[in-house]
């Protein structure tokens, strides 16, 4: 039994909504703490009897904060329900439209989200560490930020008429080419996009030398990593094979996306509406593993851009080339695939298939069913549809970016809980901490709870005086 509880609720500078619940024993020390999801959208279930080709538009609804992360899943499992394969200035486009995607999504999340905590401090007033106290304590720095995040979305905007929800990848392409004049604009951005990215890293290294002691201490711990790579084991955010790595670094899978039901299992507690992905073959909990920008850095070899290649050797030598586990480091992560992203678009608009009006494989093949597998920027993203002989989807998969980082997530509360929280003396900086452990990870929540059929359900009644009074269950 525990004799007290502590509830954070609504957790903060986040996408979607949570609470943590802090369970202190008589000594006012922490028992355990939860990360609990509380919402519930269903959105495998209500997509079945759909067509196919609807999915590219339906599937982004789930979020407004990625929406291009579903569009291009969905339309890449549509390619494979069609057998459509997409012309390669197709492939270039869609790939342009997410790192676009990337850019918009890593910089508003460094700047805007964690950005209080790291600029202003843990401890900081609330009052004041948000984004207003940002632009106060630094406008020049708070225009940057919020340019950097004008760039990515109007990339999107150009490729898919709008920067939220956009409607650009159809089954078998992309139903729009890039013109010269839209080229040239966004190349024009790019350089004072990777000058505000590089101020990010400059403010990140600076943090973590003044903050090592936090770092060392803040929700470090083993896990399994997991994400998608090139060929040659690169960072990939677009399309290439899925690997698996162990806590110490070593090769565990490397399969197609297609196959991921051959390694991936999902786990349900009664205490939250997100599922626990894990790796089949260890089972759980002991397959549990990590996605998103410090999971991908720690199973890539190498990054094929310049810049982002400098900063991942800095990143490979913080743990002598074996995988990082500090949760903080999360933030030099994801700015290390902004850069790279920009890169990329750099690369991508100078590739002469881009300007091409070849974008589109009419050719058809029906399969029974089909998988679309990207990078969001919160981790790998699964789209998995079956489909009759009408075209109609039948049944709906999704295991969203964030869901693979429950367990990590939960494992980050209850660890700086335990490492901070004093229920005998409790102050604001200790639970703000709780908080950005996972706001760490920069999860998605609105995307990633979809599950079907009935789930646990606990409803508890108080009194006016706090006093349970009543406790229903379903299980």
Not at 3 to 28: F, N, S, Y
Not at 70 to 79: E, F, N, Q, T
Not at 301 to 316: I, N
Request: hydrophobic letters at 40%; proline letters at 5%; glycine letters at 8%.
């Amino acid at each position: 039994m525990f004799a007290q509880k502590i509830t954070i609720e609504p957790v903060t500078r986040i996408e979607g909504h949570a609470k943590v619940t802090i369970h202190l024993d008589e000594q006012g020390k922490v028992r355990q703490a939860f990360f609990h999801v509380n919402e519930f959208r269903g959105f495998e279930k209500f997509c079945e009897g759909r067509m196919y080709f609807e999915m590219p538009v339906i599937t982004p609804r789930i979020c407004g904060i990625c929406p291009v992360s579903h569009h291009l899943a969905a339309a890449k499992a549509c390619d494979a329900l069609t057998g459509a394969i997409p012309p390669r200035p197709a492939q270039l486009l869609r790939e342009l439209m997410h790192m676009g995607q990337i850019i918009q999504s890593h910089g508003m999340h460094f700047f805007e989200l964690a950005g209080p905590d790291l600029l202003l401090g843990f401890d900081a007033d609330p009052a004041v560490r948000n984004v207003v106290g940002l632009i106060q304590a630094n406008p020049t720095l708070a225009l940057q930020a919020v340019n950097l995040r004008k760039y990515g979305q109007e990339i999107i905007r150009t490729l898919g008429g709008r920067k939220v929800h956009p409607n650009f990848a159809v089954p078998g392409g992309v139903n729009k080419a890039l013109k010269p004049a839209e080229r040239d604009a966004i190349l024009a951005g790019a350089d004072e996009a990777i000058a505000t990215i590089q101020t990010g890293l400059v403010i990140m290294k600076e943090w973590a030398e003044k903050n090592r002691v936090e770092i060392e201490r803040f929700a470090v711990f083993p896990s399994g990593y997991f994400g998608l790579v090139t060929e040659k084991g690169g960072l990939e955010l677009y399309d290439g094979k899925c690997r698996l790595i162990s806590a110490d670094g070593k090769l565990l899978e490397e399969f197609e996306g297609r196959d991921y039901l051959n390694y991936i299992a999902e786990r349900v507690e009664d205490w939250s509406y997100l599922k626990f992905p894990y790796y089949k073959k260890l089972g759980w909990p002991a397959g549990v593993y990590r996605v998103g920008p410090l999971g991908r850095l720690n199973i890539a070899e190498r990054v094929d851009t310049p810049l982002a290649s400098e900063e991942f050797s800095a990143f490979k030598a913080l743990n002598c080339g074996k995988p990082v586990e500090h949760t903080l480091y999360y933030h030099y992560a994801r700015l290390i695939e902004a850069l790279f992203a920009v890169e990329r678009v750099k690369m991508l608009l100078d590739d002469p298939d881009i300007l091409s009006t070849d974008i589109l494989n009419t050719r058809r093949d029906f399969q029974p069913e089909g998988v679309g597998v990207i990078e969001a920027p919160r981790g790998t993203l699964f789209h998995h549809y079956w489909i009759n002989e009408h075209g109609q989807l039948t049944k709906v998969n999704l295991i969203v970016s964030t869901g693979h980082n429950n367990w990590a997530m939960s494992q980050a509360v209850d660890s700086v809980a335990k490492m901070y929280v004093d229920g005998t003396k409790l102050t604001e900086g200790m639970l703000n901490r709780v908080e950005a452990a996972i706001r760490a990870y920069d999860p998605c929540l609105s995307c990633s709870t979809h599950a079907v059929g009935q789930m646990p359900m606990v409803v508890e009644l108080y009194g006016p005086d706090g006093t349970r009074l009543d406790v229903l269950r379903r299980d």
